[in-house]
């Protein structure tokens, strides 16, 4: 039976971390899936985070306890099932007098009505209380807890204004967001799912209990038809678009967009720690090591105004994410240092917040069976959160399948992360002692992407010059055919700024080398 023939159990519009958890959670519990992504996997918000498994400590002065909660819960599980992606990170929050709260928290409206003198700062102890409550709400087990840092003597302090004396520290998780979209996928795929990218789902219709959805390849022009019981709307930014323009459904839910800009400078200071800085308007940005060479700063909070208004960082936002970090930077910052900058857009669920900054971050999943077969539609998420919001889709869809098997992914590791969530040191060992010929930035390069499954990109490799051609940057014509082979790769801007973020690294000669090599004269 071909593909057009068969009818499937779910069929997901959306290739970002929503649609490919979903596709995942869907395929292990033994459903039929297919999914189709319009452009490449993790092409639009989900490539373009902070790049934090976090529990979001700002949310709590928006009493979102249970998506914090939940958040915080989750670190953990991730962390054990992706410790190639994803490790623990400290964060160094320096303290001061005029640390103020955004005016439309909950929490800065209660204080401002029951202790005014306070005039909308945020008091130690009101930080203190926070953080022991981030501390606690997830269970933690594995990541240290909260201490209190003097900034006059240790490292943390070296690149701060000499006016910052105390911070607290804290731990939260990084992750390799675009990578763990596509590991979803590759694991999605290995349990049966069918993963389609470049292809533009052109309309969706009910036919009795069916759906018939149309599809044209992106590439080619071809188009094809599928079958399937239900729909999965998780079109991020387009799902409202999904909503109406494919499905032709009329519906009163709605999406904020929200833009969130970061800049990439050159390192800024030598210790690996993050900073979480607080500024008097109320808001907060992150300044974190990347990529090893690099500082990531971020985030803003925009209203943008349509899914198809392509997001990019402002010079404004530049400018105040500039101002922002020269608050506590010693070293004055300008727009020379500024080496890359990107922008994505948040498909927040529309709750009536009267600011951006204020919209809720939990996702919200509704299930629309009017007229025949069902369509879930998936609003807004967290990409720490995207493993429960899978689990509670298919708990929202379970009675539209009997039989339904149980949640499975909890503790379920992701291609290439089969080893300990310490295990990282000794992994790295490994790879140095079977490939001597590497740097040790490029061996921790490749562990910190690909895991163990560094050992099947490179096989038996005695020499650089055994892996092909090279093109700058500790990449290999292996490494890009495997990615070609293996993560659906069909362009240089897939494997440098997606796959991995080398495009950082190279030339402009380097990278048009790259994309030549993989649109045409690659052999994977």
């Given at each position: 039976m071909?593909?057009?023939?068969?009818?499937?159990?779910?069929?997901?519009?959306?290739?970002?971390?929503n649609g490919c958890g979903i596709a995942r959670d869907a395929a292990g519990r033994g459903l039929t899936v297919a999914l189709a992504e319009m452009n490449d996997l993790a092409s639009a918000t989900s490539s373009s985070s902070t790049k934090l498994f976090h529990g979001g400590l700002r949310y709590l002065e928006f009493f979102e306890f249970r998506l914090?909660?939940?958040?915080?819960?989750?670190?953990?599980?991730?962390?054990?099932?992706?410790?190639?992606?994803?490790?623990?990170?400290?964060?160094?929050?320096?303290?001061?007098?005029?640390?103020?709260?955004?005016?439309?928290?909950?929490?800065?409206?209660?204080?401002?009505?029951?202790?005014?003198?306070?005039?909308?700062r945020r008091p130690a102890w009101l930080i203190r209380l926070g953080l022991f409550m981030y501390d606690h709400l997830g269970g933690r087990k594995i990541l240290p807890g909260t201490k209190t840092v003097d900034l006059t003597s240790g490292?943390?302090?070296?690149?701060?204004?000499?006016?910052?004396?105390?911070?607290?520290e804290y731990s939260d998780c990084w992750v390799q967001d675009s990578r763990l979209v596509v590991l979803?996928?590759?694991?999605?795929?290995?349990?049966?799912?069918?993963?389609?990218?470049?292809?533009?789902v052109t309309s969706?219709?009910?036919?009795?209990?069916?759906?018939?959805?149309?599809?044209?390849?992106?590439?080619?022009?071809?188009?094809?038809?599928?079958r399937a019981k239900m729909l999965v709307n998780a079109g991020g930014p387009w799902v409202m678009d999904v909503i109406q323009g494919v499905a032709g459904i009329n519906s009163s839910e709605n999406v904020r967009l929200v833009r969130g800009s970061?800049?990439?400078?050159?390192?800024?200071?030598?210790?690996?720690?993050?900073?979480?800085?607080?500024?008097?308007?109320?808001?907060?940005?992150?300044?974190?090591?990347?990529?090893?060479?690099?500082?990531?700063?971020?985030?803003?909070?925009?209203?943008?105004?349509?899914?198809?208004?392509?997001?990019?960082?402002?010079?404004?936002?530049?400018?105040?994410?500039?101002?922002?970090?020269?608050?506590?930077?010693?070293?004055?910052?300008t727009?020379?240092?500024?080496?890359?900058?990107?922008?994505?857009?948040?498909?927040?669920?529309?709750?009536?917040?009267?600011?951006?900054?204020?919209a809720t971050r939990d996702y919200v999943l509704r299930v629309n069976e009017d007229g025949g077969a069902p369509i879930l539609n998936v609003f807004g998420g967290k990409i720490t959160t995207y493993r429960r919001l899978a689990e509670s889709a298919l708990?929202?869809?379970?009675?539209?399948?009997?039989?339904?098997?149980?949640?499975?992914?909890?503790?379920?590791?992701?291609?290439?992360?089969?080893?300990?969530?310490d295990g990282g040191p000794a992994l790295l060992d490994q790879i140095k002692a079977r490939y001597p010929f590497l740097s040790d930035k490029d061996a921790l390069r490749l562990l910190r992407t690909y895991g163990t499954e560094v050992f099947d990109i490179y096989g038996e490799a005695k020499s650089a010059e055994a892996l092909g051609e090279g093109f700058g940057a500790g990449i290999t014509a292996a490494e890009l055919d495997w990615a070609k082979r293996v993560e659906w790769v069909q362009s240089g801007d897939d494997f440098l700024w997606r796959r991995t973020k080398l495009g950082l690294r190279l030339t402009d000669d380097e990278r048009a080398k790259v994309d030549a090599y993989i649109l045409g004269n690659g052999n994977g």
């Open positions: 071909s593909d057009t023939q068969k009818t499937y159990d779910l069929f997901v519009i959306g290739g970002g971390i914090v909660r939940e958040a915080l819960k989750e670190r953990e599980t991730l962390l054990t099932a992706m410790p190639h992606i994803s490790w623990p990170k400290r964060f160094v929050l320096p303290y001061h007098k005029d640390m103020r709260f955004d005016s439309e928290t909950p929490t800065s409206k209660l204080l401002t009505t029951f202790m005014p003198w306070m005039k909308g490292p943390e302090g070296a690149p701060l204004e000499d006016r910052f004396a105390k911070a607290y979803n996928a590759r694991d999605a795929e290995a349990r049966g799912a069918k993963i389609m990218t470049r292809t533009k969706a219709r009910r036919e009795g209990d069916l759906w018939v959805v149309s599809t044209e390849d992106r590439h080619t022009g071809a188009t094809q038809e599928f970061h800049i990439v400078t050159k390192r800024l200071y030598d210790h690996d720690k993050c900073y979480f800085f607080q500024g008097e308007d109320g808001r907060i940005i992150f300044s974190i090591p990347y990529e090893q060479d690099f500082t990531l700063i971020g985030t803003t909070d925009a209203d943008h105004a349509s899914f198809d208004e392509r997001p990019v960082c402002t010079d404004e936002e530049r400018d105040y994410l500039l101002a922002f970090a020269n608050n506590y930077f010693k070293q004055t910052l727009s020379d240092d500024v080496v890359w900058t990107y922008s994505g857009v948040r498909p927040l669920y529309n709750d009536g917040a009267t600011s951006a900054t204020a708990e929202k869809i379970a009675g539209f399948f009997p039989h339904l098997p149980g949640k499975w992914t909890a503790g379920q590791t992701l291609p290439g992360g089969n080893f300990a969530v």
